[in-house]
Nanobody, 126 residues
Framework: QVQVVESGGGLVQAGGSLRLSCTAS????????MGWFRQAPGKERDFVAA????????EYADSVKGRFTISRDNALNTVYLQMNSLKPEDTAVYYC???????????????????WGQGTQVTVSS
């Protein structure tokens, strides 16, 4: 059974930083494309960042480019999202997602991901 668990959310002032972690189990992590998404109250779930099996292919939403960094450590079965220069509009529940198929890279579409974590709240105060 595949499980995806996020951690690291919290309350931070504008301009601050947070690092989210996502650990997956129940599947060979090094063969799993991973992504981060977020959902603000009353809005749809939006793409944030994605990374391929090896970390060689990475993509960011325009809204976070230059401020967020996605990375992965296959030895620890963990993917990270380093978030710097946080803004109030970054406030949302952040979800980690895993592709359980054969895709080397799953990209920005939610339908490309098979397993999701429970989400972790990030709140940025002004």
């Amino acid at each position: 059974q595949v499980q995806v668990v996020e951690s690291g959310g919290g309350l931070v002032q504008a301009g601050g930083s947070l690092r989210l972690s996502c650990t997956a189990s129940g599947r060979t992590f090094s063969n799993s494309a991973m992504g981060w998404f977020r959902q603000a109250p009353g809005k749809e779930r939006d793409f944030v960042a994605a990374v391929s099996w090896s970390g060689g292919t990475i993509e960011y939403a325009d809204s976070v480019k230059g401020r967020f960094t996605i990375s992965r450590d296959n030895a620890l079965n963990t993917v990270y999202l380093q978030m710097n220069s946080l803004k109030p509009e970054d406030t949302a529940v952040y979800y980690c997602a895993l592709n359980a198929g054969s895709r080397y890279y799953a990209g920005r579409l939610t339908l490309n991901y098979d397993y999701w974590g429970q989400g972790t709240q990030v709140t940025v105060s002004s």
